[in-house]
């Protein structure tokens, strides 16, 4: 019995065992040997493609050597994929059908997904892309992962239909600490990350915290423009040229 997809991936989050799928665009296996599931690539919702019975032929592994094709066997639910629903740093209107055509608008508690717009000294610019359903239990302290580590608690993720604008200030973007922070040490622009509505801010913009662990940085390029995968709370890695660059990395699930 294949199991049931969560309504909204983001990079790195556990989407199925490799038992039951097989790996589709917008997904990949982990490089780790010991990993048996089907990992998100990109933000967006998932969806299972139908059985195909030609022989399946796996993206070939970091070290330039690829994986055996494989049959894809009849009990397997078919392929994960995740079509992108992120616009784009030209900040385009993005045009997926799983856009809200309704305005959704962040609350306090509301864990959101947001895209780094500017760095300064005191404080990262972001812009807000999607919203959770459900606040945060117990409010920005709060929080609970569901089974297999999924976002059961938050709800289902829903597209803004434009960019709301946003701040983590100096002083929220770890819990402790505080004074030692230094925000170019942590996020760069084009950075995807994962907050928490602190307040409701000003009459321009919403204030985010990423002082939990499960907080931060969720996706990021490296210079050399590859997407790279956490290796630590403080640390993304480029699997291409092995580089690694300092981020305020979200615990991945």
Sequence with gaps: MSAPLPPLAYPGLPLGPSSLYTPGPGTHLSPSPSSTHIHASLAGRPILL????KTSTLTPSTNNKATKPTPSPNNRGGAISVPSILPSATHARPTSKNISNKNVLPEVGSVVLARVLRVRGRGVDVGILVVYDKP???????????????????????????????????????????????????????????????SLGDQSNYYLTTGKNELGVVMAKSEAGNTMVPISWREFRDPVTGATESRKVAKPF
Excluded: H, L, M, Y
Excluded at 50 to 53: E, K, L, W
Excluded at 152 to 176: F, K
Excluded at 183 to 193: H, L
């Design 136 to 198: 945060i239990e117990g409010g920005p302290g709060g929080g609970k992962e569901g089974k297999d580590g999924g976002n059961a608690g938050w709800g289902e993720g829903n597209v803004c239909g434009e960019e709301w604008q946003g701040v983590i200030r100096r002083e929220d973007v770890r819990a402790t600490e505080r004074d030692g922070v230094v925000c170019a040490e942590g996020f760069r622009v084009g950075d995807v990350v994962r907050g928490v509505v602190i």
């Design 50 to 53: 139908p059985p195909s019975n």
